[in-house]
């Protein structure tokens, strides 16, 4: 990883509210981009995009976890999903 890219995603994650578990702390965008990850599949990002209502930039930064989003995102990103806020970020399901 680059030197730029490193220290941006260190200021990020100084910034980006944490939650604890049994396992360490996780950050919500890691949480989030897991949960789209997942649900995204095989589609490619601009299809997955256009569902979501969100441009395909931001939505590979999401999943990069190289961007916060903000809570009307999270909401619009869930209505689409058919899923409440809260579970995009639930721990995963084993």
């Known amino acids: 990883m680059g030197k730029d ?3 941006k ?3 990020r994650q100084a910034k980006s509210l944490l939650i604890g578990n049994d396992k360490g702390e996780i950050y919500l965008e890691d949480r989030v ?4 990850l997942a649900k995204k599949g095989e589609k490619s990002l601009g299809v997955f995009g256009a ?3 969100i441009p395909k930039p931001s939505l590979k930064r999401y999943l990069e976890s190289s961007q916060s989003m903000s809570l009307s995102t999270l909401q619009k990103i ?3 999903l058919g899923v409440s806020p809260v ?3 639930a721990p995963p399901k084993k």
């Open 51 to 53: 569902e979501l209502g």
């Open 78 to 80: 869930a209505r689409a």
């Open 87 to 89: 579970s995009l970020l």
């Open 9 to 11: 995603k260190e200021r």
């Open 33 to 36: 981009a897991g949960y789209l």
């Open 5 to 7: 890219i490193a220290e």
